[in-house]
Every structure is written in structure tokens, then in C-alpha cells.
């Protein structure tokens, strides 16, 4: 196979190697079996245009909308893909609700004292709970209770708009929500509502369902994201800016080495916490390791990279959920705990071949043949990551010694912890002097880079790195989140080196504030509050948000979250390009909904492009009008 048809990375590639050699099953070669998107020999094209449906047992139905073919409950091709692409948004709300709810469960039981953590931020939670209208007198503790017990409320909401959304978001997308009846209530009737709606003949028109998925997506940001990562502020740190190590080479056979993988950080926090005492050191040590490591992976690794600095002990961030087997055909690992997403189906099968203790830590997640568990329970996490790390330190002598580990794979530098805080930090508590390089036109405009990544069009993480390189030589700053923001760490594009390949404006700026031209601002939960940070600026120009030279960049988007993350950014107004292709191609009324009636809607806009300069073309296009139009 092509070397672009793997990975953008050299160290994916040596481990695919070795994974063939050893006649794995691998994401790769199982893409090729499926037939490849630009080639669909094996794949249904009704499918691929999103003009498909099995909800009921009349089905598998296919429409032709030139035709005028109907499913067989007269549905149309717009209606089938609207509806199943509001599915997949309410899967992928349902999973950002599930780690806000586990952040609120964390925060209560941490407040009573029933976890090992504590409230690193008391700052930040009385700011935010009085930003949300709370009391905040008392103590911490009280405090803290009460914002749970609001939040609670929050989400079960019905019949009366949400007072999470009425506070956080700007008044000129309030109102205009309110006109388009999409201003949310909480988000349990929400996702009810939308759920209810894709029921066989129940909401069968495209333009009602989309204003469903858009009036989801507001619930989401707001209600689940931007609750959910303020927490874990709160509990474990506001992010700020320091250095990490990335790539397969943090992976050292020498060492116990435990991997958390997912996309909530709380096991994940235990487990550093105990890994650094010597006891646990001395443990590992008595067994022939030359010590204990914990190291990051995918969403969860993102979570607390961004908040925690790597010393001995913590040690590394491995990349994105597509490199999963080669980290785990690395022969470097003793234990895999995999909380409540992007866990491979095929992972026991690479347990069984290189010597590893695969455990689930979260109830959501479960794999064939792999009966033990241990669920998350805040206030029994100290006693599990205890578990765990037995587990792990018991396994190294077999895997160490039956396991020919990959050596010599590299090790790269990142900057990471680019949160609201620590950006206006940089800039002296002010915004002014980002508004004045973009004013200045040193910065023509941001870039709101929040990816997965996919084999769909190119190899891991390839087009979204040369789509980043093309952004920043034009003087477009990066904000990079989620599974992309691994993409680029691993490629280098968040070092202090990387302001190389930046223009020329923007590589004076990336000097005199001493910041790489990507800021690594971390997950795909952050996407709230990027949003909040765009208003933020919309409000400091005194302009509306789809009046700012901003875009948001998904070269690469993969699943559920990825979907919902993208209509929130249409809600918002924003631009925002999106590839692989959707698949919306079979319904010509929803395509022209989406690409052209959208801007006199909500004032967003959606590109779809497949080439990495058209799309980063576009992008600057709509960043130079936006421009013009504020006579900057």
C-alpha cells in the first residue's frame, strides 16, 4: 500500500509494517476491503448520497430524486438523508451529554470529598457559576453544589427555554434563534424531540428536520460542552501553555506502561496521581521495569495533556484514534483502559498478540471475549486505578519477555494548553492585541480547526495537515481541537519551529507572543468554547458573528460528534468547510438548504471541497470579504 494511503506519519507507517508482517487485521487493509471513496466499486451509492433508508421493515428503501422515487412510506431522498443525518447527531449529543454528565457526578462527589481530587480552580468555579446567575456566597463546597444542582435542572428543562443557553450565548444569535424557533430548551427534551421526530412517518420534510439538528446543536454546545469542560477546569486545571512529547517513541518497553484511551480524563487523572508516589515506582521496579509510566492517548490524552505537565512519571501522548493499532502492535504497552469512546472493536484480538491487559473503564464500552471491567465510579476511582495498576505492573514479565517491542520510533515536541484563559493571558489580560494584528492585517483571520481524521480521502491525518500548512502560510491562525489537533502535534505544526511555515505576518506575531502559528486548544468537547470565544471577539469588534473574518475547518470529520459539532458552528453563523463529502449528494433540495439558502438563514456557510488549496482558497476568500465588509 502507498505510503499516503497509511499515515502522514513515518512512525504509523513502520508500525503498519510490522502489523502486516504479523497478518493482523488492521484499519488499513480493512478500509481497502471496503473499497475506497473515490473509487466506490464495493460500496452502495445510495448509500454514499445519503438516499438510503432501513428504519422500518418495508426497507432497505432507495430514492431517486431526479426520478421522483419515494421510499415506500413516500419519503423523499432529502427527507431520508435530513433524517439520518439529525440520527447521528442526536448519537453524537448523547455522547458529549454522558461525559458532562460523569464531569457534574465527579464535581458533587469530589465536592462532598469522596474522590481523590479536589477544586483546583475556585476562582474559575465562582466565575462561572456566577456567570450562569448562581449565589456565590458560602464555601467552595457550596458553591459546587449548587452549580450541579443547577445544572441537573438544567438538563431536564421542559417547555421553557434553557437559562444555560439564555446566559452564555451572544444576544444578536439569541434572538435570531428565537425567530427561527430553534432556541432550545434543556437538552433530555431535545434530544427526546429530535429522537421522536426520525420515527418512521413521523417528520418526513428536510427543512423541519434541519431546523431540529440545528436547534440540537445549540442544546449541545452550550448545555454539555460548555458545562463539561469547565468543570474539568475546575477540578483539574485551567489549561496553560508548556511542552509535551508526542508520538509512538514515548512508548518504551523498559518501562510499565499504562495507556489511558478515550475521551473522559477522570481515570485518567487517578492513575497519574498514584503512578507518581514511589511506592508505585518501587513496585515496578521490583519487577524489572525501570519504572512506571501513564501515557495519553487520543481524546482523553488530550484532556489532560492540555491541563497536566509531563514529567517522568506522565510521560507522553501517543496521536488520534486511527494510529490505535500501530500503538498497540508497538509490543510497549501492559495495559489499555479504554473509556467511553474510540476503542477499537479489534482490540482484543492485538491484547491476545502483544501481551496486554485490556480493560473497560466505563459501562459504555464492552468487547467481545473481554469480561473484566472496572466502570467508573468517582468515589471508588482511587480503589480502581489501584486495581489497574497491579494489573499492569503484573503483566510486564510475560509481555516483556514473549514481545519483540518496536524501538527507535521518534519522539517530537508540542506546545499545548492554549485555553481562553491562557490566550488572553498571553496578550496581557486583552484582547486588544489579537484584534490589533488582525486589524493590522498581520493575522488576516482565525481558523477554528476542529477535526477527527479519516482514510476516506487520503491516509491518516494527510489532508488535514496540508490543509493547517496552507492556513498558516497565509497568515491564518489555528486554533486546532479534537482528533485533528493530534494530527498536528504529531506533524509538528504546534512547536515553536513551526512559525517557519508560517507568513510572514504571522510568523512576527507567533515571535513577539512566542507561540507556535497552531495553538493547541484541545478537544472536540472544546468546540463550546471556542464558540464562546468567538463571541466573545464578535462582541469586542461590536460586529455580528458571521460578520468576523473566522472559519471553521473540518478536513477530516469522521463521526457522530463530528456532525453535530458542524451544524453548531452553522447555527452560529460561522463558515465551515467540511470533507470527506457528506452524504447528502442524492438529495438536491437539502444540498441547495445547506450550501446556498443557509447564509440568509443563520448566516453560516458550508464548503465542501476534497482538494487542500481550493478549501484553504475558499477559506481566505471568505476571510479577505469579511475583511472588506469591516473595512479592515
Avoid at 463530528?562 to 468547510?577: E, K, N, Q
Wanted: charged share 25%; hydrophobic share 40%; proline share 5%.
Amino acid at each position: 500500500m502507498e505510503k499516503e494511503r497509511i499515515s502522514y506519519h513515518e512512525s504509523v507507517i513502520r508500525a503498519y509494517e510490522r502489523i502486516k508482517k504479523d497478518g493482523l487485521t488492521n484499519v488499513w487493509d480493512r478500509y481497502e476491503q471496503q473499497g475506497l471513496g473515490k473509487n466506490p466499486d464495493k460500496r452502495c451509492p445510495f448509500c454514499m448520497s445519503g438516499a438510503r433508508c432501513d428504519l422500518c421493515s418495508n426497507g432497505p428503501c432507495r430514492a431517486d430524486a431526479e426520478k421522483g422515487k419515494r421510499g415506500v412510506c413516500g419519503i423523499t431522498a432529502d427527507g431520508m438523508a435530513m433524517r439520518m443525518m439529525l440520527l447521528r447527531n442526536i448519537l453524537g449529543t448523547s455522547t458529549y451529554q454522558y461525559h458532562a454528565e460523569e464531569a457534574v457526578r465527579t464535581l458533587r462527589e469530589t465536592a462532598l470529598g469522596k474522590t481523590p481530587f479536589e477544586i483546583k480552580e475556585p476562582e474559575k468555579l465562582k466565575t462561572f457559576a456566577k456567570r450562569l446567575g448562581l449565589d456565590v456566597s458560602g464555601s467552595v463546597t457550596d458553591i459546587a453544589l449548587r452549580l450541579c444542582d443547577f445544572v441537573k435542572e438544567e438538563y431536564e428543562r421542559r417547555g421553557e427555554p434553557s437559562k444555560i443557553v439564555d446566559v452564555l450565548a451572544p444576544e444578536e444569535r439569541k434572538s435570531l434563534w428565537k425567530k427561527l424557533d430553534i432556541f432550545p430548551e434543556g437538552i433530555y427534551a431535545e434530544m427526546l424531540r429530535a429522537q421522536s421526530s426520525c420515527l418512521t412517518n413521523v417528520d418526513g420534510y428536510y427543512v423541519s428536520l434541519a431546523l431540529k439538528a440545528l436547534r440540537l446543536s445549540i442544546a449541545m454546545a452550550y448545555q454539555s460542552q460548555i458545562v463539561l469542560e469547565n468543570i474539568q477546569d475546575i477540578l483539574f486545571g485551567i489549561p496553560r501553555p508548556h511542552k509535551i512529547r508526542v508520538d509512538l517513541g514515548v512508548l518504551d518497553p523498559d518501562y510499565v506502561n499504562v495507556l489511558v484511551n478515550g475521551h473522559e480524563p477522570f481515570v485518567g487523572f487517578a492513575l497519574i496521581q498514584l503512578a507518581k508516589e514511589d511506592s508505585w515506582q518501587k513496585k515496578a521496579k521490583e519487577v524489572g521495569a525501570k519504572g512506571l509510566r501513564i501515557i495519553a492517548c487520543i481524546e482523553t490524552g488530550q484532556e489532560i495533556v492540555q491541563r497536566w505537565e509531563m514529567d517522568e512519571v506522565f510521560f507522553g501522548y501517543t496521536g488520534n484514534w486511527i494510529m490505535q493499532e500501530a500503538v498497540l502492535a508497538s509490543g510497549c504497552v501492559d495495559l489499555f483502559a479504554c473509556d467511553m469512546n474510540c476503542s477499537l472493536p479489534v482490540d482484543p484480538i492485538y491484547a491476545e498478540k502483544y501481551k496486554f491487559k485490556l480493560i473497560p473503564v466505563s459501562e459504555l464500552v464492552a468487547f467481545e471475549g473481554v469480561e473484566e471491567r472496572l466502570n467508573y465510579k468517582p468515589d471508588k476511582v482511587k480503589e480502581q486505578a489501584e486495581k489497574l495498576l497491579n494489573m499492569a505492573i503484573s503483566n510486564f514479565k510475560e509481555r516483556r519477555s514473549s514481545v519483540e517491542p518496536i524501538t527507535g520510533q521518534p519522539i517530537k515536541e508540542a506546545i499545548v494548553g492554549f485555553s481562553t484563559e491562557s490566550i488572553l493571558d498571553a496578550l496581557g489580560g486583552s484582547l486588544d492585541p489579537l484584534l490589533d494584528a488582525v486589524k493590522s492585517g498581520k493575522i488576516k483571520g482565525i481558523a477554528g480547526f476542529v477535526s477527527c481524521t479519516s482514510l476516506r480521502d487520503s491516509g491518516q491525518d494527510v489532508h488535514s495537515v496540508r490543509v493547517a500548512k496552507e492556513l498558516i502560510k497565509r497568515d491564518i491562525l489555528v486554533l486546532s481541537m479534537g482528533c485533528g489537533n493530534a494530527a498536528l502535534q504529531v506533524a509538528g505544526l504546534c512547536s515553536s519551529e513551526a512559525k517557519e511555515l508560517a507568513g510572514d505576518g504571522l510568523k512576527s506575531i507567533c515571535e513577539a507572543l512566542s507561540i507556535p502559528p497552531v495553538l493547541s486548544y484541545g478537544t472536540c468537547t472544546d468546540t463550546g468554547r471556542v464558540g464562546d470565544l468567538v463571541a466573545t471577539v464578535a462582541n469586542a469588534l461590536g460586529v455580528a458573528i458571521p460578520d468576523l473574518p473566522v472559519v471553521v475547518c473540518a478536513p477530516e470529520y469522521m463521526e457522530q460528534k463530528a456532525t453535530i459539532d458542524a451544524i453548531f458552528a452553522l447555527a452560529l453563523g460561522l463558515y465551515t468547510y467540511v470533507n470527506p463529502v457528506p452524504p447528502v449528494t442524492g438529495a438536491p433540495k437539502l444540498v441547495k438548504l445547506l450550501l446556498e439558502d443557509l447564509p440568509e438563514i443563520t448566516g453560516g456557510v458550508l464548503h465542501v471541497e476534497e482538494d487542500a488549496v481550493e478549501a484553504t482558497d475558499k477559506m481566505e476568500a471568505h476571510i479577505i470579504e469579511k475583511r472588506k465588509k469591516l473595512g479592515i
